[in-house]
Structure formats: C-alpha cells, structure tokens
T-cell receptor, first 112, second 113 residues
Framework: EDQVTQSPEALRLQEGESSSLNCSYTVSGLRGLFWYRQDPGKGPEFLFTLYSAGEEKEKERLKATLTKKESFLHITAPKPEDSATYLCAANAGGTSYGKLTFGQGTILTVHP | SQTIHQWPATLVQPVGSPLSLECTVEGTSNPNLYWYRQAAGRGLQLLFYSVGIGQISSEVPQNLSASRPQDRQFILSSKKLLLSDSGFYLC????????????FGSGTRLTVV
C-alpha cells in the first residue's frame, strides 16, 4: 500500500529561523512528488513537483529536495506570511497511477 | 488558462437532508476529476475520481455518491446526510495520470447539524 508520512505534525518558528519539513514516502514506482501550501479554509495551492532523486526546486524562501525515500521542504529565513499547512503527495505507478496519496500535513507557524 | 470552480463555499444542513455540491472546470477538456474530504484541516481522503463522463470510481464506502453528467462537471451528492459527513470538501482536476499534479478548488465547508 502506498504511504506518505509527514513530520513534524506542527512546527513553530521565530521569524528568520530556518528549518525543514520532512515527507517520507513508500510507493511503487514514484511518478512525481508534489508539495502544496494550504491556508485555513482554502484549497491547497501547488508549490513544487519533483520527479527524480537529486532534483531540487526553489521558490522565494522555499526549496524542495528529493531522495529515493523522502523529500524535504527547506524554509530559509521564514516570515509570518509563510504560516500555513504544507502538504506533500506522491503519484505512484501501477494501478494507483494518477491518484495522489497525501501526507497528513505539517502546520507551520512563524512568529514575528 | 484553466480554472476550477466549486460551490457553495459554506453549507449548513440538517441531518437527513440531501446534499449537492458542484464543481466545474474551464479551459481544458477531458480532465480527470476528484472529490476529497479533509477532516480537521489535515490529511486529504480521496472519495471519488472520474476519468470521463459517466465514469465514477469510489474509493471509500460511505453515504455519498458522485456523478459526472458533463465533461467538465463533477457533482457530489447524498440522499440523507449524517453528522459524520461534516467536513471540508475539495474538488480537484488533473491532466491524464496527474503527471503535473492536481489543481484544487476553493473548497466547501459542510456542517451537518
């Protein structure tokens, strides 16, 4: 069974305090690893797609990386507006191809 | 560009009442369509997905049903709501096999009272 596990469940940072969010996955034949940001009461918003181990993507203060077993979302010098729930999802091959498996999310709070 | 519309944004319904949530996609053809439920603002549970008109796959046995009467329209329904149906419902679309991931709608907060 395909599984995606995110840690920590919640993370509190001071403004400017860099950290990383983890996404571990167990899927058969990864076809893509996705990161989303979700603000309260809204739908998830796409951030990054990673397709192969070693790949990195950057956007402003966020950088996503991928290994064969996990992905990290690095947040450099975060600001209060980065506070949100961050979700990762895996697109597995085989019969699950096209149905993303989501992790439970990490709730990030950045204090000024 | 492609857009996805989901409505209503908020809904309060009594137990035993019917439900109809609608989702439409613009700017693409033959999208894959999905209904998710999210409890307590956390993980997403896939309820239904559709690869074409009239083609519905159910992921979880429940009190809900889905229909796709048109290529870019996806409807989530219930004949009689239960308290446990409360939650945040999200519609999403993707291209074939979701190689680019999903694009989500803005969600519907359903409270069953």
């Amino acid at each position: 069974e395909d599984q995606v596990t995110q840690s920590p469940e919640a993370l509190r940072l001071q403004e400017g305090e860099s950290s990383s969010l983890n996404c571990s996955y167990t899927v058969s034949g990864l076809r893509g690893l996705f990161w989303y940001r979700q603000d309260p009461g809204k739908g998830p918003e796409f951030l990054f797609t990673l397709y192969s181990a070693g790949e990195e993507k950057e956007k402003e203060r966020l950088k996503a990386t991928l290994t064969k077993k996990e992905s990290f979302l690095h947040i450099t010098a975060p600001k209060p507006e980065d506070s949100a729930t961050y979700l990762c999802a895996a697109n597995a091959g085989g019969t699950s191809y096209g149905k993303l498996t989501f992790g439970q999310g990490t709730i990030l709070t950045v204090h000024p | 560009s492609q857009t996805i519309h989901q409505w209503p944004a908020t809904l309060v319904q009594p137990v035993g009442s019917p439900l109809s949530l609608e989702c439409t996609v613009e700017g693409t053809s033959n999208p894959n369509l999905y209904w998710y439920r999210q409890a307590a603002g956390r993980g997403l549970q896939l309820l239904f997905y559709s690869v074409g008109i009239g083609q519905i796959s159910s992921e979880v046995p429940q009190n809900l049903s889905a229909s796709r009467p048109q290529d870019r329209q996806f409807i989530l329904s219930s004949k009689k709501l239960l308290l446990s149906d409360s939650g945040f419902y999200l519609c999403a679309w993707s291209r074939d096999r979701a190689a680019d991931g999903y694009t989500f709608g803005s969600g519907t907060r359903l409270t069953v009272v």
